[in-house]
Nanobody, 124 residues
Framework: QVQLVESGGGPVQAGGSLRLSCAASGRTFSSYTTAWFRQVPGKEREFVAGINSSGGTTYYADSVKGRFTISRDNAEKTVYLQMNSLKPDDTAVYFC?????????????????WGQGTQVTVFS
C-alpha cells in the first residue's frame, strides 16, 4: 500500500504560480502510477494530470495543458504539480492519487490510494 500526504495549497492571485507536493510512503512506490485530481463542492472529481511509474510518460487534461507540469522523484518518493498561469476556474481541492500500475488512467475509480487533499484558491 501507499500513503500520500499533500502540501503546497493556498490562495494565489490569477496569473500566479503554485507548486503542490505529494509525499509518498511505501517500499514499492516506484511501481505505482500517480495522478492529480481536483474537485469543487457538488461536482465530480476531475482528472488534472498523471505520470506513469517510471516518470517517462505524462498526461494532462485539456484545461491545464501548457500551464501545469506533473513530475515525480522516485528516490525521494515525491510527486509534484507545478501550476502556472493560474485561473479562477482552477480553484478546487487538489488530490494526489496512486494505483499499482505502469499505465496512466484518467478515471478516479482506478486509483485506490488518495491523499487528504489541499485547497487551491485563485482570486482575480
Amino acid at each position: 500500500q501507499v500513503q500520500l500526504v499533500e502540501s503546497g495549497g493556498g490562495p494565489v492571485q490569477a496569473g500566479g504560480s503554485l507548486r503542490l507536493s505529494c509525499a509518498a510512503s511505501g517500499r514499492t512506490f516506484s511501481s505505482y502510477t500517480t495522478a492529480w485530481f481536483r474537485q469543487v463542492p457538488g461536482k465530480e472529481r476531475e482528472f488534472v494530470a498523471g505520470i506513469n511509474s517510471s516518470g517517462g510518460t505524462t498526461y494532462y487534461a485539456d484545461s491545464v495543458k501548457g500551464r501545469f507540469t506533473i513530475s515525480r522523484d522516485n528516490a525521494e518518493k515525491t510527486v509534484y504539480l507545478q501550476m502556472n498561469s493560474l485561473k479562477p476556474d482552477d480553484t478546487a481541492v487538489y488530490f494526489c492519487t496512486a494505483r499499482f500500475s505502469r499505465i496512466v488512467l484518467s478515471t478516479p475509480s482506478n486509483y485506490p490510494y488518495w491523499g487528504q487533499g489541499t485547497q487551491v484558491t485563485v482570486f482575480s
